[in-house]
């Protein structure tokens, strides 16, 4: 099992940047595609971001394409996601989460992931 713990988030001008880390406990991370979803008030969580378990394969949401980007560092089990030129629609609870590696799909919807963080407040200012 995988335990998943997110930081980062905080308050931001819309045009800033926020880096977003999750750190990760469990011997299968290396083995896990990790992802990054978002749920804003009244709305239903949604994908932002995956990556492979490797690190050479990633996934973005039209919606942050050429603005967000995803990393992982497998020696420190961390996932970041580096998300820059914010704007207000931006703004949501982001969550971590993974899944085991028995393909090589990114999946794209939450219920395909196994494990989650308890999410980390992103609140961009226009």
């Known amino acids: 099992q995988v335990q998943l713990v997110e930081s980062g988030g905080g308050l931001v001008q819309a045009g800033g940047s926020l880096r977003l880390s999750c750190a990760a406990s469990?011997?299968?991370?290396?083995?896990?595609?990790m992802a990054w979803f978002r749920q804003a008030p009244g709305k239903e969580r949604e994908f932002v971001s995956a990556i492979n378990w490797i690190g050479d394969s990633t996934n973005y949401a039209d919606s942050v394409k050429g603005r967000f980007t995803i990393s992982r560092d497998n020696a420190k089990n961390t996932v970041t996601l580096q998300m820059n030129s914010l704007k207000a629609e931006d703004t949501a609870v982001y969550y971590c989460a993974g899944r085991r590696a028995l393909s090589t799909r990114l999946a794209v919807r939450a219920n395909e992931y196994d494990y989650w963080g308890q999410g980390t407040q992103v609140t961009v200012s226009s």
């Open positions: 469990g011997r299968t991370f290396s083995r896990s595609h």
